[in-house]
């Protein structure tokens, strides 16, 4: 495929819901890419194709259908490895999404691994699903959970990391490669760097990273890394922890029950290879499938044009709310380091009247305080409302955003 816009418009007829209308007749607008995005027809014929054709469950029985599943399931598993290159699979586990990745590493590493005294080291533009987990494991643990603090462009501070690395106490610093609310993209490269030569291991939430720009595990030199498939076409409910092999070998079980184990006793139990053993349970085979066939499709556009294009939409849509009378953008301008994501408030407007009027012109927008609460009090805000972009999404759109945002400051004569 071809890096022109014009391939990017072709992209709209895979997306079966961009032609519906909502309120009133109007076309949807659907700007809320960072919470999750729509689906192409790829995706869905994926997922029914299993359940029409092949559904059984995987890694137990010999039959046609069980061979037909497990093939399937594994094949998404390589697929997803050849993505973030990964060289080995055992390191790839299926896991719900962000949120169960962060929490199985603070509870299968975290607990045999953290100790009285101990630092977790977080950033002030989290998401709580990576601020929460380790809130419950220095609890727990009697450990400390500090803060990387941000500066008013939306960076990070790293004089704080040095600081504390210099404690000598940290056994993870974790942050997220971009922010869900400010686009922030980390300079992950200088913090593994420092924390490689301190010796501490490193997490990245790649939830906003992976499905918007090129990711390349084996260059990037974390230890631990997830991410969710909902956010890159994928279905709702699979996502994945890469977690570097020798880390992996030191972790307990997260969950334990069938396919985890190789031998059960009745008073002992011995582990599955990896990455069987974080795998317990039925896994979520189809929608697994599904991620396999979202990773099809944007391979077949490569990631480089999806970060082109989010690159061009974004440098517009700067532009253009420059001249929005009483709004104000959070985040840096530098578009280098900025992904397709950008919160705004109107000087005394509140983002939920900002949503309504906007809905009303059939624009999906999310206003809120995005599940990134220490952020908001950093910015000394309640909430912000955000538009954010994927691969379907349009200079028309980005125009009609515009157009109603427009309207929110006549209404309140701004
Ligand atoms: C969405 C998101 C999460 C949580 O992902 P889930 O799929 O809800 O588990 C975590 N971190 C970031 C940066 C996100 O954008």
Aim: aromatic share 8%.
């Amino acid at each position: 495929m071809q890096s022109t816009e014009s391939s990017f418009e072709n992209i709209r007829k895979d997306f079966p819901i961009l032609k519906r209308t909502v309120r009133d007749n109007k076309p949807l607008v659907y700007l809320d890419n960072a919470s999750t995005t729509q689906k192409p027809n790829q995706v869905i014929d994926a997922i029914t194709d299993y359940y029409q054709n092949h559904n059984a469950n995987i890694h137990r029985a010999v039959y046609a259908l069980a061979e037909e599943s497990t093939e399937a399931y594994e094949t998404a598993r390589d697929k997803i490895a050849n993505f973030v290159n990964v060289k080995n699979r055992q390191e790839i586990i299926f896991v719900r999404g962000t949120t169960e990745a962060i929490n199985l590493v603070a509870y299968a590493w975290g607990r045999s691994h953290v100790n009285e005294g101990d630092i977790i080291v977080t950033t002030e533009y989290e998401h709580h699903s990576n601020i929460v987990p380790w809130q419950l494991l220095t609890q727990e643990k009697r450990a400390k959970l500090e803060y990387i603090g941000m500066d008013d462009n939306g960076e990070l501070n790293l004089d704080d990391l040095d600081k504390y690395l210099a404690t000598g106490k940290v056994k993870l610093v974790t942050f997220s490669l971009m922010s869900n609310v400010l686009g922030t993209i980390t300079d992950a490269k200088k913090i593994i760097e420092k924390c490689k030569a301190a010796g501490v291991l490193t997490l990245i939430d790649g939830a906003q990273a992976v499905p918007h720009m090129k990711v390349d595990l084996d260059t990037l030199g974390c230890d631990f890394f997830a991410f969710s498939g909902h956010k890159m076409l994928a279905p709702t409910g699979v996502g994945i922890l890469w977690v570097r092999k020798s880390v992996l070998q030191t972790m307990n079980p997260f969950h334990g029950g069938g396919d985890m184990i190789r031998e059960v006793h009745k008073y002992e139990t011995t582990w599955n290879e990896l990455p069987y053993k974080f795998e317990a349970g039925t896994p979520n085979i189809a929608d697994v499938i599904g991620f396999g066939a979202a990773i099809d499709y944007l391979t077949k556009i490569g990631m480089d044009n999806v970060r082109q294009h989010e690159i061009e939409l974004t440098t517009y849509a700067l532009e253009k709310f420059a001249k929005i009378p009483g709004l104000q953008i959070y985040g840096t301008k530098d578009i280098a380091k900025r992904g397709g994501v950008i919160s705004f408030n109107f000087a005394d407007v509140h983002p939920h009247d900002v949503a309504d009027i906007i809905d009303k012109e059939g624009i999906s927008l999310r206003s809120g305080h995005h599940c990134a609460q220490v952020l908001m009090e950093r910015l000394n805000v309640a909430a912000t409302s955000r538009a954010s972009f994927y691969i379907y999404n349009t200079k028309e759109d980005v125009d009609a955003l515009i157009d109603s945002l427009n309207i929110v400051a006549k209404v309140f004569k701004l």
